[in-house]
T-cell receptor, first 112, second 114 residues
């Protein structure tokens, strides 16, 4: 399968704690993106990190990228109950098609 | 109100029937994509179109067909050849967000087999 791997598959934490999700991909990339999906809804783009970047921040989100290990991580700090959702990484390869290869997702539950 | 719309929200298919899922965008995006999502899984690419009157197969195109006659519309037909069509179908288009190309998703259509 071309799909990336994500771990953990499921994560349950208390409000205020940090949540870390990891993603591995298989081919060389132009960039790696993280998306969020609330149950039964479409995906919403969170953050994009380019292949020549190692770390990027956006609000409470921090993404790292290690191209030598073909891996990325998403950290959500000071989590809130509203962060409860599934999170997917998606790698964008070479070429100009805009195609993304999605991981299988991490389901995050934040308990109030 | 700009965005991507998909209809219907739920669709029921009978044995041997073709059904068409609608995807419309008013974002003026050139490229559009169809994905299939099975429970607890990530998204798999069915078809994509980078420009009007052109489209390409994705990873799981068998049993599906598309057309791209207008820039704003990219309908997906699930044919009777697709033996396991029950899934959540997501349409997306690609555009610039603060100088970065990202995909914008519709709300999805859930297809169920009767």
């Amino acid at each position: 399968s071309q799909q990336g791997e994500e771990d953990p598959q499921a994560l349950s934490i208390q409000e205020g704690e940090n949540a870390t999700m990891n993603c591995s991909y298989k081919t060389s990339i132009n960039n790696l993106q993280w998306y969020r999906q609330n149950s039964g809804r479409g995906l919403v783009h969170l953050i994009l990190i380019r292949s020549n970047e190692r770390e990027k921040h956006s609000g409470r989100l921090r993404v790292t990228l290690d191209t030598s290990k073909k891996s990325s991580s998403l950290l959500i700090t000071a989590s809130r109950a509203a962060d409860t959702a599934s999170y997917f990484c998606a790698s964008s390869g070479s070429g100009n098609t805009g195609k993304l290869i999605f991981g299988q997702g991490t389901t995050l539950q934040v308990k109030p | 109100d700009g965005g991507i719309t998909q209809s219907p929200k739920y669709l029921f298919r009978k044995e041997g029937q073709n059904v068409t899922l609608s995807c419309e965008q008013n974002l003026n995006h050139d490229a559009m994509y169809w994905y299939r999502q099975d429970p607890g899984q990530g998204l798999r690419l069915i078809y994509y179109s980078q420009i009007v009157n052109d489209f390409q197969k994705g990873d799981i195109a068998e049993g599906y067909s598309v057309s791209r006659e207008k820039k704003e519309s990219f309908p997906l037909t699930v044919t009777s050849a697709q033996k396991n069509p029950t899934a959540f179908y997501l349409c997306a288009s690609i555009g610039d967000r603060l100088g970065e190309e990202t995909q914008y998703f519709g709300p999805g259509t859930r297809l169920l087999v009767l």
